[in-house]
């Protein structure tokens, strides 16, 4: 032929991707966690939480609220009477780990309070009532717990008098309010250093705040979309949320943080009605959005150009999950290339179901190309410097030596006072009046409880007295040895 073959600027342009051929496996029965009464709280959170050694769950209980913590060697079937964390007065509704310090967690309930507790060495031998700590400042129950991710000691809750406070953990106090929210906050993420922090509300609002300040930076009025879930995308300048459109199907949005006013793009999922959860890997940056009651992880490539979006596949499972927890990337296994592990929740089976998302990679040597550095196990910054205005990017670690290195952080509870809480001028732990039966019936539970504790207490002093009365009375009666 003549004529040579110029470059066939029709033919659609192919995109290479290390991760087109990621496949998600789910683990063998014997290695998932079974007979776990997984509660049916209908609340709109996982559930889980899960760190290089401890699975989390919280659970179905009879009065108060309760989770379960599980080494994670510990699985096959959990007996029935396994000792569980039992301190709060009302229904747990988030737990979190603490990603420098992995034996504390937090917790959150219905009774109003965020609890600190300590897990021992080897997980529960008994029943654990008694936390570390135990935070009050929310007037009604508290739905969300998230740790700060580059400062140690610091904890964020959202409660449903529609603040967020910010907990200084060494001193056990909130040092901060942010009171921008007109409705219950449903959803808190932070970018890679915490400098700024994302939330969804159920007044529709997608708000961008200075965590510190409490300013809201940006604002979007989402009508075409109603947001539910909000997560960062590292370092991209993006955040993505899930929602749902105003013909009610599933859909997702991406956007500019410093530009709410119009989303870059918007693109429907399915039909479909549970929540959609999104979970952000800023290693690979991949995309996995988890439908809550059906079985299915759909991923995606997520890049700074147009299309922003690459649908990559679809993980499908036939049991509906009820949340998922993640694991942190220390406690990936590198040598199967595995990049992200779920813990699904399949509550009509009473199961913990691990997921691993694997990139199918011939050799047996570390694969250096799909495990960047990523953020590690210790703060960049102490309480005290990020409140005096100090952002600081995450210390990373490698994970080409495997997971050995174990924390030397340890928490030291601070030893508190009984005080007024005040937080931008106001008393936090003023008797605030009940607003529902539900809580006036829980104050009172709880005062009937305080009055019985007390008793007890008096009655045991009133023996000892006794007791040592009596002692008294015999050292003076018995003969003097001389």
């Known amino acids: 032929m003549g004529k040579s073959c110029g470059r066939m600027s029709w033919r659609p342009q192919y995109r290479s991707s290390k991760f087109r051929n990621v496949y998600g496996k789910v683990a063998n029965r014997e290695h998932c966690f079974d007979g776990i009464p997984i509660t ?3 609340h709109d959170n996982h559930f889980c939480a899960v760190n290089a050694r401890f699975l989390a769950i919280v ?12 080494p994670l060697e510990q699985t096959g079937r959990i007996e029935p009477n396994y000792p569980k964390v039992c301190g709060h007065q009302g229904n747990v509704l988030d737990i979190k780990w603490n990603p420098f310090i992995d034996n504390i967690i937090a917790s959150c309930s219905e009774d109003t309070s965020v609890r600190i507790w300590e897990i021992p060495e080897g997980g529960l031998k008994r029943n654990m009532t008694e936390a570390l700590l135990e935070l009050h400042g929310h007037s009604r129950r508290v739905g969300l717990v998230e740790w700060h991710p580059t400062t140690n000691n610091i904890l964020f809750s959202a409660g449903y008098d529609y603040k967020v406070l910010i907990w200084n953990l060494d001193v056990g106090e909130p040092v901060k309010m942010i009171d921008c929210h007109s409705d219950v906050i449903l959803c808190m993420s932070f970018n890679t250093d915490g400098s700024l922090l994302t939330t969804t509300c159920k007044d529709k609002k997608l708000r961008v705040i200075e965590p510190r300040s409490g300013r809201v930076l940006q ?7 109603r947001v539910n879930r909000v997560v960062f995308l590292g370092n991209m300048k993006r955040l993505l949320t899930t929602g749902v459109s ?5 859909q997702i949005a991406l956007w500019d943080q410093e530009d709410l006013s119009m989303p870059l793009i918007e693109e429907e999922i399915d039909g479909l009605s549970g929540l959609l959860f999104p979970f952000y890997d800023a290693d690979t940056h991949m995309l996995y959005l ?3 009651g059906d079985g299915n992880i759909r991923y ?11 649908y990559l596949m679809e993980f499908r499972s036939p049991a509906p999950q009820k949340g998922l927890g993640v694991m942190p990337k220390h406690g990936l296994d590198v040598s199967a290339c595995e990049v992200f592990r779920f813990y699904k929740l399949v509550t009509l089976k009473g199961l913990i179901e691990p997921i691993s998302m694997i990139v199918p990679r011939r050799s047996d040597s570390y694969q250096e190309d799909i495990y960047p ?16 205005g100090i952002n600081r990017d995450p210390v990373l670690m490698s994970l080409k030596e495997g997971y050995k290195k174990s924390p030397k952080m340890v928490f030291k509870a601070p030893i508190k006072e009984k005080k007024s809480v005040v937080v931008n001028g106001i008393d936090l732990l003023e008797n605030v009046p009940p607003r529902t039966e539900n809580e006036l019936l829980r104050m009172f539970f709880r005062q009937q409880d305080e009055i019985r504790r007390l008793k007890e207490e008096l009655a045991q002093k009133d023996i000892r007295i006794r007791q040592l009365q009596l002692e008294l009375k015999n050292l003076r009666n018995s003969p003097k040895n001389c």
Do not use: Q
């Not at 995606?300 to 690459?310: F, M």
């Open 40 to 42: 049916k709280n209908v």
């Open 59 to 70: 659970t179905e209980s009879a009065g108060g609220g309760s989770f379960l913590v599980i």
């Open 219 to 225: 604002e979007a009025n989402c009508k075409n979309h």
């Open 246 to 250: 105003r013909w009610n199907t599933r």
């Open 290 to 292: 988890a439908g809550k």
């Open 300 to 310: 995606y490539e997520i890049s700074t150009e147009k299309p922003y979006l690459s």
């Open 373 to 388: 550095m990523t953020p590690g196990t210790e703060p960049a910054l102490t309480p005290d410097e990020w409140l005096g």
